[in-house]
Each structure stands twice: as C-alpha cells, then as structure tokens.
C-alpha cells in the first residue's frame, strides 16, 4: 500500500512539471507571436528587404507541435486556442499586406 502512495505522488509531481513546462512553452510562443507581428511591421514600413516567412514557418510548426500534446490542461487548451487564433488573425492581415505589395505566397 506505500508503494502504491508513493507511486501516485511521483505521477502528480511529474504531472505538474510537465504542466509547467507546457505553460512556459505557452508564455515563449505567446512573447514569438509578439515579436513576428514586429518583425512585419518593421518589414512593410520599408526598413527590412525580405519578410521575415522562416520565423513565421518556424512559429507555425511549434504552434502544431504544442496542440498535438495530449496533456495539455483545459485552461492550456484555451489559451493555446486564445493565441492560435489571434496568429491567425495576424497571419490574414499579412497575407491581405503582401498581396497589396505584390509579394503574394
């Protein structure tokens, strides 16, 4: 039976780190998303020659590969989904802006 205890509460202790480090992962792709909408926004003010695509690809896949994780609590989940959809938004403006340049994807 104290085994078993013991068991449990090195489960729960790894759960929790885990559910730490998944909210730092969160916070980095929270502050990444931050810094590409600056990244294009010095790019259409003309003070860049290329857009910054890579980091934007870069920013895509680690936005997948977090949303594949099955351990992500409800409230991960909906901030996961809080950030996905406001890249999203910024991804569509973007798009709309490199259109306009006549630099379509």
Do not use: H, V
């Not at 929270?30 to 860049?48: P, S, V």
């Not at 949303?67 to 709309?96: I, K, M, V």
């Amino acid at each position: 039976m104290i085994g078993s205890s013991n068991r449990y509460s090195r489960n729960e202790a790894q759960r929790l780190e885990d559910s730490a480090d998944i909210d730092q992962e969160l916070a980095r792709l929270e502050e990444d998303i931050r810094r590409l909408k600056i990244d294009f926004d010095i790019y259409f003010n003309g003070a860049t020659k290329r857009p910054p695509l890579e980091t934007r690809a870069r920013l895509e896949s680690k936005m997948k590969r977090i949303a594949d994780n099955r351990g992500l609590t409800f409230a991960q989940r909906y901030f996961l989904n809080t950030l996905t959809s406001r890249f999203t938004s910024y991804r569509e403006l973007w798009r709309r802006n490199l259109k306009a340049k006549g630099e379509e994807l």
